[in-house]
């Protein structure tokens, strides 16, 4: 290695490398030693009680209507059942919000379904079944 003379130098080999090294501590801590202050973190809320199982959850559309045939269920008692759900999930407990809209006649179109069946037979295996659809459908009932 040559040394050229017009570059002067004051530092050692040794002391290059422990300033190298001091400085490279440094760095590597200022992220922790330049941290805030933060203050106690607050105590989590409670989360609210879990809502009660759903005698509906995971039912098989044609189970729904063998409870229909034998009178277990109605189109009424099936439609106030979800809205029952959809209130203690989507509008109370955890607030969803998922549900923008319900039909308010549901209850009275259930009863007209019920009374159809009653009179005629189910018109097909959807009869009186309700039927929750994505925000992006419009529909004119």
């Known amino acids: 290695m040559s040394h050229d003379p017009?570059?002067?130098s004051n530092i050692s080999r040794r002391d290059f490398i422990r300033a190298g090294a001091v400085g490279g501590a440094v760095v590597a801590a200022g992220?922790?030693?330049c941290r805030r202050e933060t203050s106690p973190v607050a105590e989590p809320t409670p989360p609210e009680p879990t809502p009660k199982p759903f005698e509906l959850d995971e039912i098989a559309l044609a189970e729904l209507g063998r409870g229909m045939?034998?009178?277990?269920?109605s189109a009424r008692s099936i439609t106030?059942?979800?809205l029952l759900r959809i209130e203690q999930i989507d509008r109370r407990g955890p607030e969803l919000r998922a549900i923008i809209e319900t039909n308010p006649d549901a209850l009275s179109i259930a009863e007209q379904l019920d009374e159809e069946r009653q009179a005629n037979g189910p018109r097909?295996?959807?009869h009186g079944i309700p039927v929750l659809?994505?925000?992006n459908i419009d529909t004119a009932d």
């Open 133 to 135: 659809l994505k925000d």
């Open 124 to 126: 097909g295996p959807l």
């Open 31 to 33: 992220p922790v030693a």
């Open 80 to 82: 106030e059942m979800y």
């Open 69 to 73: 045939e034998s009178g277990r269920f």
């Open 6 to 8: 017009a570059v002067s």
